[in-house]
């Protein structure tokens, strides 16, 4: 289907999905991250392209698979095309797909004996929302749980930093803190909360036991009181006068540490 500025329903639609306004539909930008949702298996409500990428052969065939699979499809201008996209720089194609959203017991059925889950706890910077969860999956991580006042993992931001990890690794969002400590304590999970002020090193624990690393808000991390819902508290040493590391980069770090004990 071609549209027109005069046929531009699923345009206003994909402003809106691309603008938080939809809980059902998230807003996927680029060759790229398209591929990564199609190989995930994401069901594509919509697909939009320009007729420009079109005519490139690596964009044409992804378009072709994505045709296939899409309720809907559209071929608009560049001008159109810009009037949606989320970047300065139009990429050339847009889906809006169904948002991965597990439940409770769905994201625990997907769980392995040993679980290595990634909290993020009120961390309000979609990018690095999207570092965390491309390195949880890297590192291994079997799941990833956000509480309320977090970023949303499938926000346009958090989807490019994530590269296609969002789409794959189970997450279970909105949540509460106390909740996902009591559901893990339940399990026999051990709960490890990252902290600059703690006396145990990341590397002076049993990675290979079933963990959950919880991560803090950028500005001041974790409260006293959260802290202490945790079994154990750890921080990365560091020399010379840094105080601290970005959050993802922190995460990184641990959670490549664990993957190396397990």
């Not at 690596?58 to 296939?68: F, G, S, T, V, Y």
């Not at 994530?162 to 909105?174: E, I, K, Q, V």
């Not at 509460?176 to 590397?203: F, M, N, W």
């Not at 921080?235 to 540490?257: C, D, H, Q, W, Y």
Request: aromatic content about 4%; proline content about 4%; charged content about 25%.
């Amino acid at each position: 289907m071609k549209i027109t500025s005069r046929d531009n329903s699923l345009l206003r639609h994909a402003r809106a999905v691309r603008d938080g306004k939809t809980d059902e539909t998230i807003f996927v930008e680029g060759l790229r991250l398209s591929e990564e949702a199609l190989r995930s298996g994401l069901k594509i409500d919509a697909l939009i392209y320009s007729e420009q990428i079109a005519k490139k052969p690596r964009a044409a065939q992804l378009i072709r698979d994505l045709e296939k699979v899409a309720e809907k499809s559209a071929s608009v201008s560049e001008k159109l095309l810009e009037s949606i996209s989320y970047t300065k720089t139009p990429q050339g194609i847009v889906l809006l797909a169904e948002r991965p959203n597990l439940s409770e017991t769905e994201f625990t059925a997907r769980q392995t004996a040993t679980p290595l889950l990634v909290v993020m706890h009120q961390i309000n910077n979609p990018v690095n929302v999207g570092a965390i969860l491309r390195a949880a999956e890297a590192a291994g991580a079997t799941g990833v749980i956000t509480t309320s006042g977090t970023a949303d993992p499938f926000s346009p931001k958090s989807l490019r930093g994530a590269m296609g990890s969002a789409f794959r690794l189970p997450t279970w969002t909105n949540t509460e803190l106390e909740k996902t400590v009591a559901r893990c304590r339940t399990s026999g999970v051990q709960i490890i909360c990252a902290d600059v002020r703690a006396a145990t090193s990341y590397t002076d624990v049993d990675w290979s036991k079933p963990s959950a690393l919880v991560l803090g808000p950028e500005s001041a991390g974790l409260s006293q009181d959260e802290i202490a819902l945790a079994d154990l508290s750890v921080r990365i040493p560091m020399k010379g006068a840094t105080e601290s590391l970005n959050v993802a980069l922190a995460a990184g770090i641990i959670l490549f540490e664990a993957s190396r004990q397990r």
